[in-house]
């Protein structure tokens, strides 16, 4: 069956930067869409990035510019590079399986991992 989990998140200070993983199983990575999405106390899902099966990357506008996302085949995983995170950056952040090679979806995620950012 699909498994994502993730890695990676903590305690960062406004400015600073974290690396999320999420090591894939159960499908065949190389073949699948795959996304980080987030959600801060009291609200919904929300969408943050996304990486093709060919490679071709994608964010929301919150994020572009400072957070970049890659995956490596080889091992199964993606990442999820932040920098200059902000207060508005904290949230529990899952890693989401794709429909397809070239359809995002949050319908398989992992346990997720927090991320707070805070002085």
């Known amino acids: 069956q699909v498994q994502l989990v993730e890695s990676g998140g903590g305690l960062a200070q406004p400015g600073g930067s974290l690396r999320l993983s999420c090591a894939a199983s159960g499908f065949t990575f190389s073949g699948y869409a795959m996304s980080w999405a987030r959600q801060a106390p009291g609200k919904g899902l929300e969408w943050v990035s996304g990486?093709?099966?060919?490679?071709?990357?994608a964010y929301a506008g919150s994020v572009l510019g400072r957070f970049t996302v890659s995956r490596d085949n080889a091992k199964n995983t993606v990442y999820l590079q932040m920098n200059s995170l902000k207060p508005q950056d904290t949230g529990l952040y899952y890693c989401?399986?794709?429909?397809?090679?070239?359809?995002?979806?949050?319908?398989?995620r992992g346990q997720g991992t927090q991320v707070t950012v805070s002085s």
């Open positions: 989401a399986k794709g429909s397809s090679d070239y359809e995002f979806s949050t319908d398989y």
């Open positions: 990486i093709y099966s060919d490679g071709t990357d």
